[in-house]
């Protein structure tokens, strides 16, 4: 499969199977992070893999009851290892870095015929809380992941003219 294609086809999946994910998989999915680029190469990230039953609902509560979350037989959580480091252009490093392992993660959980959901809408002290994750560490997002259990969804995307301009800002 071609990077686009896999771009284009995935979607977020809020359904899974109860089917376990195969550990060359995940091993797979974990090597897509493990390879991303980040800010100095600094790597400063940390992924917990989740497969704990009740964990995983928990991690759902924290998420505002997204139940989904629970559903999926694996959820891994994406920590910032240093949450000081801010780049030249204002951005804190870590937001950025793992955000870019996350998003290859997902796209090579596609490729797998795995579906992911990024979730950024839960509750990081009580996410911290379940998973013991130290004060300093930042989460920055998490995903289920597993087999989906929906059909695909459609698309809805801007244009390349609404979001594209050249040579200066319009
Ligand atoms: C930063 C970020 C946070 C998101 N948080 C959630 C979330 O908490 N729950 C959820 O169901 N989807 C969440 N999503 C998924 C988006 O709703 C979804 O990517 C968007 O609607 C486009 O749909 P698609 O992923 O199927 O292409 C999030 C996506 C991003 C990028």
Redesign the pocket.
């Known amino acids: 499969m071609d990077v686009l294609t896999a771009i284009n086809q995935?979607?977020?999946v809020?359904a899974y199977k109860d089917t376990e994910v195969e550990e060359d998989k995940l091993n797979k999915i974990l090597e897509a992070a493990r390879l991303s680029p980040s800010s100095s190469n600094r790597q400063e990230w940390k992924f917990i893999v989740v497969k704990n039953k009740e964990t995983r609902k928990k991690l759902a509560n924290a998420?505002m009851g997204?139940y989904f979350i629970g559903e999926a037989p694996v959820v891994i959580v994406a920590c910032g290892t240093d949450a000081k480091s801010i780049m030249l252009c204002g951005q804190p490093a870590h937001t950025v870095d793992v955000s870019i392992a996350c998003s290859f993660m997902i796209l090579q959980a596609y490729e797998l015929g795995l579906g992911t959901?990024?979730?950024?809408?839960f509750k990081e002290d009580e996410v911290k809380k379940i998973l013991k994750i130290p004060e300093s560490v930042r989460v920055v997002?998490m995903t289920p992941l597993g087999y989906p259990n929906q059909p695909p969804?459609q698309?809805f995307r801007k244009g390349l003219d609404q979001i594209v301009c050249f040579e200066k800002y319009e």
């Open positions: 995935r979607r977020s809020r998420a997204q959901c990024w979730i950024g809408a997002a969804l698309k």
